[in-house]
């Protein structure tokens, strides 16, 4: 039966539909075996972080048109697989009722519902759908639709919507691990992560700002007054709301930004600013100004850098347009799409450390090969390249990919339906200037 979110029990209905499909052994068979061992040890924060990235990237090359409601339900999904996840991966036997005592205290606690969130908690050894389960969920369905439903940002509005769903991802993934490290909710600990998600969320919000007014022209009062209302979808009290609103009128600069967050915190705004950037199509070079600011005041490496830029990459929504440009026609669609959905987890984290631990060789051949970064630049700027460019795109990639051989997987046989892949995850500051002179991507329109 469809999940209708027009009654009071759509989230009671949505974890009974996942609890079904859930498969319990899932997630530590796709993680790396060393983020399991260490589970096993005690550590979960590795394979937390993990799991968080994962669920974030898109798999699917053109997912077509879904309704606000298909958007929103599968978000939530996703929220609820990356709790169901970290029992797994912390080892806990499976018992469905205890899994949904869980998913609702886990839920309630990083929505900041935190009297239900500890009520539920208490109900997990009760069998059944004890009342505190289903009130905490009932109050978490609340508040995910006061906050996220309609999904994405209004046109003209600040692209907030991925960051804010990525850090209510992270504070969740740190309510259940408190939970499984504790074996028990706390109020203390529930407390300390919902300061440590406002200050994000907040500083997220001034962040976009500080980009976007070193970038894009002045926001017309209309646009202000709209981004000001949207601060209202972040869930923070009164005081750190007003704060923020100051803050998203005047942003501090990027330095200042920078060394007022948490270290903890810096990679993650970092990456936020990064993948704005492209969401936007903001200017390349004065937002690149911005986020270099940012990252040098944050104390963050090259390889910080690169990390960012390959997440952002795969949390964008431009896979299409990479597969036209770059990539083949007729039957190839089908074997790409099937590529990009089945490895794209690993080819996103095999390029991540590749680029990391080959940064040096890397620069060097992308910026011998002037013609593959100018080809490169123009189908970031949105245009279709010809056969023979395309040819010549494949050709030179394959050249790189010998060069450096950490990059072998796309050169071998079946490798060239990954290239695109490749392409599209090249970090910008690898590339030539050419980048520089792409022009601006037409915007995808937003919500309005």
């Known amino acids: 039966m469809p999940v209708a979110l027009t009654s009071k029990d759509w989230l009671l209905d949505l974890v009974e539909e996942t609890l079904d499909r859930h498969e319990m052994a899932a997630a530590p068979a796709r993680l790396p075996v060393e983020l399991v061992l260490a589970a096993a040890g005690g550590d979960l924060a590795p394979g937390a972080r993990m799991l968080v990235a994962r669920s974030l990237r898109l ?129 203390e600990a529930l407390g300390h992560h919902r300061a440590f998600a406002e200050q994000e969320r907040a500083l997220l919000a001034e962040g976009l700002a500080g980009l976007f007014a070193a970038a894009a022209p002045p926001a017309s009062e209309p646009a202000l007054s709209l981004r000001l209302r949207q601060l209202g979808r972040l869930g923070l009290p009164g005081p750190r709301l007003r704060d923020a609103r100051r803050a998203l009128a005047a942003p501090r600069t990027a330095g200042a930004l920078a060394l007022a967050a948490p270290p903890p915190m810096r990679p993650f705004l970092l990456e936020q600013l990064l993948l704005a950037q492209r969401r936007a199509a903001l200017p390349a070079q004065p937002a690149a100004g911005f986020i270099e600011a940012f990252r040098a005041a944050a104390g963050l490496d090259e390889q910080a850098l690169v990390a960012a830029q390959v997440e952002a990459a795969a949390q964008h929504d431009d896979h299409l347009a990479w597969f036209k440009a770059v990539g ?74 010998k060069a450096v051989p950490a990059l072998a997987i796309f050169a071998a046989p079946g490798g060239m339906l990954l290239l695109p892949l490749l392409a599209k995850l090249l970090p910008f500051s690898l590339l030539p200037g050419a980048w520089d002179r792409a022009r601006e991507r037409p915007r995808r329109p937003r919500r309005s």
Do not use: C
């Open 59 to 187: 798999r699917r090359l053109d997912p077509g048109e879904a309704t606000p409601e298909a958007t929103f339900l599968q978000e939530v999904r996703g929220h609820l697989d990356l709790v169901l996840d970290l029992a797994a991966l912390a080892g806990k036997p499976w018992l469905r009722h205890r899994a949904k005592a869980e998913l609702a205290a886990a839920l309630a606690g990083a929505l900041d519902e935190h009297d239900l969130a500890l009520e539920a908690d208490a109900a997990r050894d009760l069998d059944g759908a004890p009342r505190e389960v289903e009130a905490a969920l009932r109050a978490a369905g609340r508040d995910l639709k006061a906050r996220f439903f309609p999904p994405g940002d209004p046109l003209d509005g600040l692209p907030l919507y991925p960051g804010t769903r990525a850090s209510l991802r992270r504070q969740l993934s740190r309510v259940a691990m408190g939970l499984h490290r504790a074996g028990r909710l706390g109020a």
């Open 328 to 401: 083949g026609r007729g039957s190839d669609w089908r074997l790409l799409a099937a590529a990009w959905e089945q490895t794209s987890d690993e080819v996103v984290e095999r390029i991540s450390s590749v680029f990391s631990a080959n940064l040096d060789a890397l620069t060097t051949e992308l910026r011998e090969t002037g013609e593959l970064g100018q080809l490169l630049a123009r189908a970031a700027g949105g245009a279709t390249l010809t056969a023979g460019e395309k040819r010549k795109v494949k050709e030179q990639l394959i050249d790189l990919a």
